[in-house]
């Protein structure tokens, strides 16, 4: 902990400096809080202190025995090794969140492994770009972006308002939900999407007469399976740890393409204007509302 | 028709003044061409002129007689009846062009219906908005962008000739294609992905719980429905004039996403990270291309 004037400086320590953890550490320096960032490869931690992502580059765990909060910014399924990793260096009283893409398993690791003298709330910022690694790293990144946190019930409600505060001052919005009906709604606003866009992918972009037929893509086309660049490792081990509610959330979809398919095989052309022109309003609505919040963030 | 100095100046009637007839009067003005355009909405009329997408806006038919090139920019099951309309007026050489997104039963109408003593040339500028209307007319909108030429057999080459050159007049790349090829291609590069945005959307945006759920939409989400919010009338048009190529699409799309839903209900983690990181290099690499051609125009 450091001191600067009467103003206490919190003190955060990222675990994993990729596009999220290097983009935290920009906003939060910003934000008045001193970082420091460990990473295992040499060159993210060169990088994080050349574009001022950490004041601190670590490369051992027991130096975040100082920091008041703990952010896991690593893949879903490295968090429990992670955590097992942090364990003998946390000290008590600090707060651990995450800002993994789901929650349910992640609140199951934090549970069985984590010492009861530790606070823990997970967190998912809905904040991300196609290109991984802390050389894309943003500090407007989370700006206007919602901030989801969950909290197990056990927790302190001031380690809630700690991490609650933390994403405020990365200019996201706060959204308390607890983690089944949080895994239930990213299935469908993120998670299909990504599956969807895939699929899309690989129905057009695996042909075999692709290299001659490309002249004929759309910029449709393009936006459509933008998704279908992310990074891939961390859309399996979302899969891997929400195969659940996804599964589901596929067969919706299935079904509502299935039917869609039937209306234009039976050239049922009057309820196909019917159903374009309801969905175009449904989603012209969308567009209203999240033009109205980037009129107020 | 009008000289100017030496230089003859191409006559062009465009019927139907919305986003893509408004956008052609535009540039074809611009490149030098006469430009008369017929609409039935005295709005659109004044709108047209405004705008300066026409030289001359057209409210009877027999005005196109002194046009050269006729370019159809009408929905696409609107086209028989306009193409009924202009025959009494249409003069011996003059060559008609459509703009429409499917082209084989485009093609089947002008052979059908248009007098031996005119030219047709079928074509496709592979541009477009969400935004219907001439409101939204962009003098760039076809700029290198793919415009597809498709010509029956017995279609002189000097009018195929005359339609490539205007294409290339609005800065957009010509492309010959036959219509069977050309409908099987845009079913999977741009009707598919229409009809895939369209079902993600009803799948997110029509749930009864949506109001209290947008907080946690992503712009993933956005960007894949894009398509969404595009105009109904055209698309169900598409699909009346394109089902057989469309359904063949839809199922090969709906198979893929099958195989997808199996590796993830299987908890197969392995194959799942190696079919993402296919996909996304097949992804990447089509980026590359746009990028690519985006540089050479």
């Known amino acids: 902990m450091t001191e600067t004037n009467q103003e206490h400086r919190a003190s955060v320590a990222i675990i994993g400096l990729g596009l999220i953890g290097g983009s935290l550490g920009l906003v939060l320096r910003e934000a008045g809080y001193h970082v420091s960032g460990f990473a295992r490869n040499p060159a993210v931690r060169s990088r994080a202190l050349a574009l001022g992502a950490v004041d601190l580059a670590i490369t051992d765990l027991r130096d975040i025995v100082d920091a008041e909060i703990i952010v896991l910014a690593v893949p ?15 000290a008590p009283g600090a707060i651990v969140t995450d800002v993994a893409s789901t929650k349910r398993q992640i609140l199951l690791w934090a549970k069985n ?26 500090i407007q990144l989370f700006r206007g972006r919602t901030w989801c946190i969950v909290a197990p019930d056990k927790t302190h409600p001031s380690a809630v308002a700690t991490i609650t505060q933390l994403a405020i001052a990365t200019g996201a919005l706060p959204f308390t939900i607890d983690a089944l009906s949080h895994d239930a709604v990213v299935a469908a606003t993120s998670h299909l999407p990504f599956l969807a866009a895939t699929a899309l992918a690989d129905a057009t972009f695996t042909r075999s007469d692709w290299a001659s037929l490309q002249p004929l893509a759309s910029s449709g086309l393009r936006d459509t399976t933008r998704l279908a660049s992310g990074d891939a490792l961390m859309h399996r081990d979302i899969c891997a740890s929400n195969h659940v509610p996804i599964v589901k959330q596929i067969d919706q979809f299935l079904e509502r393409l299935g039917e869609l398919r039937t209306l234009i095989h039976e050239q049922n052309d009057e309820q196909l204007l019917a159903y374009f022109e309801r969905i175009k309003t449904h989603r012209d609505l969308f567009l209203a509302y999240l033009d109205a919040r980037a009129a107020i963030t």
Chains 1, 2 share one sequence.
Do not use: C, Y
């Not at 879903?76 to 946390?90: G, R, Y």
């Not at 003298?117 to 790293?137: R, T």
């Open 113 to 138: 492994l984590l010492p009861g003298s530790v606070q823990f709330v997970g967190g998912h910022p809905m904040a991300g770009k196609e290109q991984a690694g802390i050389e894309h790293a943003d």
């Open 76 to 90: 879903v399924l490295a968090t429990p090794v992670v955590i097992q990793d942090l364990i003998p260096h946390l």
